[in-house]
Nanobody
Framework: QVRMVESGGGLVQPGGSLRLSCTASGSIFSINTMAWYRQAPGNQPELVAAIPSGGSTTYGDSVKGRFTISRDNANNTAYLQMNSLKPEDTAVYYC???????????????WGQGTQVTVSS
C-alpha cells in the first residue's frame, strides 16, 4: 500500500507565492510520473504540472512561466513552487504518483487527499 501526503496549501494574496509538497510512502520500488492537478468549484479537473522520472516537465497553459514542478527522488517527494498567484489559481490541488511496488508489477496511480489553495486579498 502507498500513502500520499500533501502539504503547503493556504491563503495567499494575489501576486504571492506558495510551495506545495507531496510525499509518497509505503511499498515503493520505483515511481514514474508525479504530477499535480487542481479542481475549482464547478470546474473540471485541470492538469497543473507533471514530472516523469526521466524526461521533460509538462505544464498547463494557465500556469506556464509562474509555476515550477520539481522532485526529490531519494525522498519520493514532488514540489510545486507557485509564484505570481492569481485569484483564478484558487482550487483544491491534488498530487499523484505512478508507483510500482516491485520490479515485475505494473505501475499503479495513487492520489493525495488534496490541499486547498486560496488566492484572495
Amino acid at each position: 500500500q502507498v500513502r500520499m501526503v500533501e502539504s503547503g496549501g493556504g491563503l495567499v494574496q494575489p501576486g504571492g507565492s506558495l510551495r506545495l509538497s507531496c510525499t509518497a510512502s509505503g511499498s515503493i520500488f520505483s515511481i514514474n510520473t508525479m504530477a499535480w492537478y487542481r479542481q475549482a468549484p464547478g470546474n473540471q479537473p485541470e492538469l497543473v504540472a507533471a514530472i516523469p522520472s526521466g524526461g521533460s516537465t509538462t505544464y498547463g497553459d494557465s500556469v506556464k512561466g509562474r509555476f515550477t514542478i520539481s522532485r526529490d527522488n531519494a525522498n519520493n517527494t514532488a514540489y510545486l513552487q507557485m509564484n505570481s498567484l492569481k485569484p483564478e489559481d484558487t482550487a483544491v490541488y491534488y498530487c499523484y504518483a505512478d508507483v510500482k511496488y516491485t520490479s515485475w508489477a505494473p505501475f499503479r496511480r495513487y492520489w493525495g487527499q488534496g490541499t486547498q489553495v486560496t488566492v484572495s486579498s
